[in-house]
């Protein structure tokens, strides 16, 4: 008897399940449209990787009742119906099967919408299949776009072929003012989640560095670092990190367009020996603020951004103020992009080289990646400062290594924020950052990067919910993409940042570093060492 | 005949004897019933206020994906349900019919379960008293520490497990229930009576405390509903009737009706401005000004549009949305035409039960500038916008004082207004007479002129550039005579001074607000402490 009941209480489920899927039918009679169909995300005339999940969209129409999308590759096609709402979601098998065979093709999509007076068939449109694939992992940040305060937030890492997200660390979730921390900058090697690290603040605080499946805690302090690690960048052969330094301060405007401007006091660059547990300086210096080292592919050259800061400061005021003058000439502090060569064996530093000059032109450079193929480096160039992610004037712009030409990346740059970037490894895409769809949180968006160098239409991550990007209130913050998953468990992690309180580093004196503390000479050249190097960037 | 006399009066006897019960039975009152009545009426008209303003520092859809930053705590589905019922008091008749519901059968149950005799039965009523006593006595906490879910989330869970425990009673030993509606058969009207006294007292009791050691909740709270309807007269009357009773979020209300209707330069002084210590804990358990309460509506109305939409971002970020934040943050992304993300947060709001006329209303708003120029408060706070940029940690705190002490450019009248009554109120001389020569030749607000008369003191001749000023030169004289036996010990005449001086400024520049005048002010801090 209970067993007759279970199958009809399973049958009304399914009934009713099946019977709230909209139909994917082709009206067999339909008005032609001459507009294209309004559609949220912008998935329109964009480049994905064959790899990518459906990227499942919501069709926006005041009177359409019903809607049937209809994808046509080379030799599949897919159907898909939607409700009022509009949520178009495509079943992941025939999402699959129609990129694979639509490699290097073009899909065009046919949306249909059922409106009072019958359907209507809205003006196609397409979009590309590329044939390289991107790394399946993304992993990000995600927290309230306010600096200030923090309270819930963690590290994830979703599978950009499915819909999965996993927390790889999720801090306290309740507040507790003795385990309350922040936790920022995580970061692989070479797109490899085989070695990791990421940095706790506040209660157990440390940087947490992962490798072999392990993790431990360590403290990169000395009273010559200015603060503790920061932005890191692992070396792509040696055990070593390079780290900036960073004495940041945060101001909150008033009445402008930006809403806060995160600024650098001093910084200076470190390169910290994980086998050896020993940390020491790369640049130490008074006047130049160094930041966002990035190592090349072949671990020969470290790229970083840096700015002069004694000439804007009345140095016969005291110290104390230096904070208040600087943010006084907030739109005045420029950062330009350099190089510096490294020599993997002896661990020793040449001189630095300008690599472009930006603040001859005005503006400011941020966040160097190198493509993995060695070839361009990608970076943020905005009117002033580094935090770019607040910068409405920040786009992404490429150097081209071979050329010395810098350009920007035009298709997927936006009016609004384009920050944060992080390669694929075959140097074909990358994600970032960009602020573009609300102007206050920011979202994923991946680009195509094609041989020629030459950016296409970015994409925002598809969801599962294409509606789950307005209703987050989390910004996606560091996006860093990998080729495999963290294999880490949250519970190792949170062993570790509770349970241990970290190693010192030992400080230990690079001979090779280029200390400068009384401020009078900068240590980067002003000019470039080489025609070739010392590239500007050209307005587009 | 006294043996056939007396046969019948004993064989009467059982039926008077079973007459009288009858009779008393009559005289009970269903306890359970009245008790229903009482947590009602607590629930929804004395207290109903308070639970009101608890939902709007809240926030529940009924996406669980949108819910994980509640769901993800401890007893996460318990507060998540919670804040799922707590949605009915945005009617409080409805809320409180629920919550009452809640605790009379709870009551009743915990009768059942403890089998409790009739002579016990008062007992029943303790866990459901214990809980209005508990939310009477955390007062602005329960919703201020962002633990909204519990207010309903912890008698849901109690009557769950009691519900239970009956149920597993039933089973095995078939004990009947007693009366839920009527009057239980084996009460006596002693015992009938002894709960009436119980649960009337008791009632009573938790008032009188409420009234007695808590007696701003219910204002502050009366106080933010009035305000998030936009009745400004009616927080000026409820201000003025409570003027002995003094903090700060019920000051910034306060000034806020005044500034929108005009009337800052007029009545700000009406009420005590002293700031009594509330009962209240921030996220950390320490003591503060209450300043989440009043300072992001305090920047909005002010002018400063990018101050409060940080701070609602910065007190989402600690408590998670809720819809108090969200709409303000509705309201400021629309005048900073930020339709975007005005619509990401109506997106969001309009999830949330019973929102839809504010949606409806600020929707309509999305992508037309001049629909939102063309609101009556928010045309007004365009008045004060400021003219420059700088950076909110220039000023004192809370910015929407800090930034008038310190800037003399404004857009409008209604900006120097402002400005010279933060001048004023924080008692900076020299600033408030910087900024009055655009009034010259002109008659000022009451206050101001009382300011200028005080200012005449060190700026001799300043009065004669204003109109209107000859004649408050006898009541000042008047207020300097009475008051100066009082002068050497203001802080201990401040109080009952005031019902003789209220509304009039230099009583407030003397003895008002004397921690602030102790403390003194800057014109360039970074810290945070707060300007009193």
Known sequence: MRRHILYIVYCILFITIVGCQPKAELPSQFAESNTEAEIYPDYKDVVVPPNIAPLNFICRDSVATAYVAQLKGK????????????????????????????????????????????????????????????????????????????????????????????????????????????????????????????????????????????????????????????????????????????????????????????????SDLLLYDVTKNEVSHIFRTADDMETFPCWSPDGRTLYYCTAKRNYLLDMSLPDSLVTQQLLMKFDSVRYNLMSIPFDPKTRSFGQPQMEVDAVSEGQSISVPRVSPDGRYILYTLGDYGQFHIWHKSSDLWVKDLQTGECYPLTEANSPDVDSFH????????????SRRM????????????????????????????????????????????????????????????????????????????????????????KKPVDGTSGASPKKP | ??????????????????????????????????????????????????????????????????????????????????????????????????????????????????????????????????????????????????RTGLIFGIPFVALDVLCLWALIIRSFSRKPAPAFIGIPKDETPRQNGLQLVVIVVATAAIIGFDMLQRPYVRVICRLLDMEYRQDWAGIQKLARANAMMSN????????????????????????????????????????????SLYVPEGNYYGGFIEPSQHACMEQMVMTG?????????????????????????LTVLRRVPFEGAFCKKYGAMVRHIDLVNSDKEMALIRLTEPIHDCFESQ?????????????????????????????????????????????????????????????????????????????????????????????????????ELFPKYKGYYPYYYFFGNLKATKKGYTSLSSSNSGVN
């Open chain 2, 321 to 345: 949305p809720t819809i108090r934040l969200l709409k303000l943050s509705i309201k400021c992304a629309l005048m900073r035409e930020e339709w975007e993300l005005a619509e990401k947060y």
């Open chain 2, 395 to 495: 000023f004192q705190q809370p910015l929407f004082m800090g930034y008038n002490l310190v800037l003399v450019e404004g857009r409008s009248q209604q900006a120097l207004i402002n400005s010279l009554s933060v001048c004023l109120y924080t008692k900076l001389m020299p600033q408030f007479v910087e900024r009055l020569e655009p009034l010259a030749g002109s008659t000022p607000p009451s206050i101001i002129m009382d300011g200028i008369m005080l200012a005449e003191n060190k700026n001799p001749g300043i009065s004669q550039h204003f109109s209107g000023l000859n004649f408050r030169q006898p009541q000042l004289q008047s207020f300097l005579h009475a008051t100066q036996p009082y002068m050497k010990d203001r802080p201990g005449h401040a109080y």
């Open chain 1, 75 to 266: 030799s599949q096609q897919l159907l898909a119906a939607a409700a009022e709402d509009g949520v178009i979601r495509m079943d992941s098998t025939e999402w699959r099967n129609l990129l694979t065979t639509s490699k290097g093709g073009e899909i065009s999509v046919d949306i249909y919408g059922k409106r009072p007076d019958g359907w209507v068939h809205f003006k196609p449109y397409k979009f590309s299949v590329a044939e390289e694939p991107i790394d399946a992992f993304i992993s990000y940040r995600l927290i309230e776009p306010g600096y200030e305060l923090y309270r819930q937030l963690g590290i994830y890492q979703r599978n950009l072929t499915t819909f999965d997200e996993k927390p790889i660390y999720e801090n306290n979730r309740e507040y507790n003012d003795g385990e309350n921390h922040c936790i920022n900058c995580h970061n692989y090697r070479m797109g490899s989640t085989e070695s990791m690290l990421f940095h706790v603040r506040a209660n157990h605080g440390g940087t947490i560095i992962v490798q072999d499946g392990k993790a431990h805690k360590v403290q990169l302090k000395d009273s010559t670092i200015i603060t503790s690690g920061v932005y890191p960048s692992w070396h792509p052969t040696e055990n070593l990190v390079a780290f900036s330094t960073n004495k940041t301060g945060q101001a909150f405007h008033v009445y402008y367009p930006e809403k806060l401007e995160v600024m650098d006091e001093k």
């Open chain 1, 422 to 433: 992080s390669w694929s490894s075959n140097s074909r895409w990358f994600a970032f950052s």
């Open chain 2, 248 to 291: 700060r979020p019920m000051a910034c209300s306060y000034a806020i009706a005044l500034v929108q209707t005009g009337q800052i330069g007029e009545r700000l002084y009406d009420i005590r401005l002293d700031y009594d210590s509330l009962h209240l804990h921030g996220m950390d358990w320490q003591h503060n000004n209450a300043s």
């Open chain 2, 1 to 146: 005949m006294s043996k056939k006399s007396s046969q019948p009066s004993r064989k009467a006897a059982p039926q008077t004897q079973a007459a009288a019960p009858s009779k008393q039975r009559k005289s009970l009152l269903p306890v359970l019933p009245i008790f229903f009545v009482l947590t009602w009426i607590w629930a929804a008209w004395y207290y109903g206020s308070v639970f009101y303003i608890s939902r709007e520092y809240s926030f529940w859809v009924a996406d669980l994906r949108m819910m994980d930053f509640v769901l993800s705590c401890p007893y996460g589905g318990v507060r998540y349900l919670g804040r799922a019922m707590l949605q009915l008091y945005k009617y409080p008749w409805l809320g409180g019919l629920l919550l009452a519901m809640m605790l009379t059968v709870g009551s009743w149950l915990t009768g059942y379960c403890m089998r409790l005799k009739a002579s016990w039965r008062a007992v029943q009523y303790v866990p459901a008293l214990l809980y209005m006593a508990i939310v009477t006595w955390h007062g602005l906490d329960i919703f201020f520490e962002a």
């Open chain 1, 438 to 525: 609300d102007e206050n949180y920011t979202r994923l968006f991946i680009a195509y990067f094609d041989k020629d160098g030459k950016a296409h239409k970015p994409f925002v991550i598809p969801q599962e919910d294409p509606e789950w990007n307005i209703l987050l209130l989390k910004s996606y913050n560091v996006p860093e993409l990998s080729r495999d998953a963290v294999s880490i468990s949250m519970q190792d992690l949170h062993h570790c940042i509770y349970e241990t309180e970290g190693e010192n580093a030992v400080y230990k004196p690079n001979p090779t570093a280029i200390v400068n503390l009384d401020g009078t000479t900068g240590a980067s050249p």
